[in-house]
């Protein structure tokens, strides 16, 4: 499912977007994730033109659900990172969070093992040295809170 990770890789760009540019960004950003895929050039080649549409899609619906859920996703995180306040945290780092919150918390259909994983890949590639590290722990007491 190579189209589901591009459609991660573009959320969270379009979150740093929003990040930076604000509300104002809404109206760029189904331009930005259909004429921007801002892929590595490897996964771009590996999704082929039957998977661009669902991806991009499915990067709007993400980028979507996480934006306008970012004061309770903040929060979630903010109650797992008692030092750490989501405001202060790396551009990219806060978005990889709150994307693998955002479908934890409001999709169902993805085990949070999966949105944790994904979430750790998009560290590594995205992140500083230690990304990858901090999102698994923040993510992974976030999916023990959760649990009933």
């Not at 591009?6 to 740093?16: E, G, N, S, Y």
């Not at 309770?72 to 551009?91: F, T, Y």
């Not at 990858?132 to 923040?138: D, I, L, M, R």
Request: proline share 6%.
């Amino acid at each position: 499912m190579q189209w589901r990770r591009a459609a991660r890789i573009l959320a969270m760009q379009a979150l740093c977007q929003f990040d930076v540019l604000g509300e104002e960004f809404e109206r760029d950003l189904a331009r930005f994730i259909d004429e921007e895929p801002l892929l590595p050039e490897e996964l771009a080649a590996a999704v082929d033109a039957e998977h661009w549409p669902p991806a991009r899609q499915e990067a709007q619906r993400l980028t979507r659900q996480a934006w306008m859920a970012r004061g309770d996703l903040d929060a979630a995180l903010a109650g797992v990172m008692p030092n750490w306040k989501p405001e202060r945290l790396a551009l990219v780092d806060r978005a990889i969070l709150r994307l693998a919150a955002s479908e934890m918390l409001a999709t169902p259909a993805v085990p949070a093992a999966v949105a944790i994983n994904e979430a750790i890949e998009l560290a590594r590639a995205y992140g500083s040295n230690g990304s990858a590290a901090f999102v698994n722990g923040v993510l992974d007491a976030l999916r023990r809170n959760r649990e009933p």
